[in-house]
């Protein structure tokens, strides 16, 4: 038996009721530990906007759909990629949501990165095709958005790469205070 694909059409007028589970919301609701209570009507508010949201970023991955060589009309995890990618308002899920890169690609990356880890001098001809895969400079540290990378590596001297370790020695780093606190108001 074939399932009902056919799509639900959005609303023109609010109706009281939510198409996402209320109780669901409210269960997330109580997983964040800085909200002590939540009234029936914040929850329900949360969830309209929640439904908003989720047309919005659908609508917007159905235009990326239509721009594409062949128009399709079912969308695609790279029509999602690509309507963050080019919406400033769906910026702040460019990490959750990333463009996919081809499997060699990915991996002539971690080739790069472990060589840099390990203290080698890596130049980009040896592990990728294009100097726009290569980090901007060639001394290992990597940039985001013209500064330095909130996080830096140390360089490893032995021949085995352990990603736990990395893992720890950014973990303390994030850990130790920083002054980058920005001072609002005249005091």
């Not at 999602?80 to 919406?87: K, T």
């Amino acid at each position: 038996m074939p399932y009902n694909t056919t799509a639900i059409p959005p609303r023109k007028e609010p109706t009281g009721q939510t198409q996402l589970p209320l109780s669901r919301v409210k269960k997330i609701i109580g997983q964040d530990p800085d909200v002590a209570m939540c009234s029936n009507n914040a929850a329900f508010v949360i969830t309209l906007a929640a439904e908003m949201f989720i047309q919005h970023l659908a609508n917007e991955a159905h235009t990326q759909a239509k721009l594409d060589k062949k128009p399709r009309k079912n969308i695609q995890y790279k029509d999602v990629a690509n309507a963050v990618a080019h919406q400033d308002s769906l910026e702040f899920l460019e990490d959750t949501v990333p463009k996919t890169i081809p499997f060699k690609k990915a991996m002539a990356l971690a080739k790069i990165t472990q060589a840099r880890l390990r203290g080698e001098n890596v130049t980009s001809d040896e592990g990728l095709q294009s100097t726009q895969d290569a980090p901007p400079n060639g001394n290992g540290n990597t940039f985001v958005n013209g500064d330095r990378a909130a996080f830096s590596v140390a360089l490893r001297s032995d021949d085995r790469y352990e990603p736990n370790d990395q893992l720890e020695l950014e973990m303390r780093q994030a850990a130790e205070p920083r002054n980058h606190d920005v001072r609002m108001g005249g005091q």
